[in-house]
């Protein structure tokens, strides 16, 4: 059992985002929860919520080191993350840096993404729905590369990595 945060329209003002976030966090860990997972995007996509941009959202990768220090014991990742929101090097070290940090609790979930209202109003690409399969492909050998120690250059169809470095490597091959 985990627990995820999709929405942050809820905190009260009183008391500081952070701190209730990590009460959350805190307890999922003290009651053997196995997750604490949270939504990569930029504009509330909460289904059942406001309207995208209406309400806060947190950046996904920033909350999850967070709640990484404030916790010992639970797995920590976000539902999922569009292969389009970062480049593949930059998530794959924003998620070896928190597999690192959390010693070994991070997930990592990816997907195509679907979200354009959410891309336009950013100014995140949002291709084609095949060639969003092709980069998740091309991201997850880069992951690969980078979690095994290839430096090799890679050249795929939508990424071009030089030297894939993943140093440091992460505690366990996030999952």
Known sequence: MSVS???????DERRGLGEQLAE??????????YG??????????????????????LEA???????AARTARV???????AVTYRPPALLI???TTLDVLSAGRAVFGLVVGYHAEEAAATGLPLPPVPERFDRLEE?????LRMWTGD????????????????????????S
């Open 139 to 143: 991201t997850l050998q880069i992951a």
């Open 93 to 95: 070290k924003a998620v």
């Open 75 to 81: 797995r920590l990742g976000t539902l999922v993350t």
């Open 61 to 67: 990768y920033t909350t999850l080191g967070y709640l």
């Open 5 to 11: 945060v999709t929405n942050f329209s809820w905190r």
């Open 24 to 33: 959350i966090a805190e307890a999922a860990d003290r009651g053997g929860l």
């Open 151 to 174: 430096t090799s250059p890679y050249r795929g169809r939508h990424y071009t990595l030089e030297a894939p470095v993943g140093s440091p490597a992460p505690v366990t091959r996030p």
């Open 36 to 57: 604490v997972w949270v939504c990569d995007h930029l504009l509330q996509a909460d289904p059942y919520g406001a309207r995208p941009g209406e309400t806060e959202m």
